[in-house]
């Protein structure tokens, strides 16, 4: 499946304002991870209330022990202090990556921003070395314009 077509299927999944926010968040997750071959570990992580830190969400893949990530510490944190995309092509040749698994390759990470302020990202791992093209930093773009539309 292409990440034209799963568009409209993130969309549907949206709208479906019978399901909780969480529960929304969770079937994006498993859209991306089921149809996208190379995304691995998909989760998002949202800024925690006040506080200088985010806090995991809801997310498909291994378990993780990074429920809570410093603003500035990992690949994660460094979005949240630049609010730029930040892709990864070889998380071994980065000095501040927060390593999850030793499956994991690389990483993309996109922010999501609600009126002008970074409320939080997506974050893919993948097992494949260098998988994210433009277009996948493009369609997760979308994904987390249209997520920001469902958060209050």
Same mark, same amino acid.
């Given at each position: 499946?292409?990440?034209?077509?799963?568009?409209?299927?993130?969309?549907?999944? @949206?709208?479906?304002? &019978? +399901?909780?926010?969480?529960?929304?968040?969770?079937? @994006?997750?498993?859209?991306? !991870?089921?149809?996208? =071959?190379? #995304?691995?570990?998909?989760?998002? #992580?949202?800024?925690?209330?006040?506080?200088?830190?985010?806090?995991?969400?809801?997310?498909?893949? !291994?378990?993780?022990?990074?429920? @809570?990530?410093?603003?500035?510490?990992?690949?994660?944190? *460094?979005? +949240?202090? &630049?609010?730029?995309?930040?892709?990864?092509?070889?998380?071994? +040749? *980065?000095?501040? #990556?927060?390593?999850? =698994?030793?499956?994991?390759? +690389?990483?993309?990470?996109?922010?999501?921003?609600?009126?002008?302020?970074?409320?939080? *990202?997506?974050?893919?791992?993948?097992?494949? /070395?260098? /998988?994210?093209? !433009?277009?996948?930093?493009?369609?997760?773009?979308?994904?987390? !314009?249209?997520? =920001?539309?469902?958060? &209050?």
């Amino acid at each position: 499946m292409t990440l034209e077509t799963l568009k409209p299927k993130v969309e549907d999944i @949206i709208k479906l304002s &019978s +399901a909780s926010v969480d529960e929304r968040l969770m079937n @994006i997750c498993k859209l991306l !991870e089921e149809h996208i =071959s190379h #995304y691995n570990w998909v989760g998002f #992580y949202f800024k925690n209330g006040n506080k200088n830190e985010l806090k995991l969400g809801p997310y498909v893949g !291994e378990p993780t022990d990074h429920t @809570i990530i410093p603003f500035g510490k990992g690949i994660c944190g *460094q979005v +949240a202090v &630049s609010n730029e995309n930040f892709v990864v092509p070889d998380v071994a +040749a *980065q000095d501040n #990556y927060i390593a999850c =698994s030793i499956t994991v390759k +690389a990483e993309i990470v996109i922010p999501i921003f609600k009126n002008g302020k970074n409320i939080g *990202q997506i974050d893919i791992d993948s097992n494949t /070395p260098d /998988p994210f093209t !433009e277009d996948d930093e493009r369609f997760l773009e979308f994904v987390c !314009e249209k997520v =920001s539309r469902m958060i &209050s």
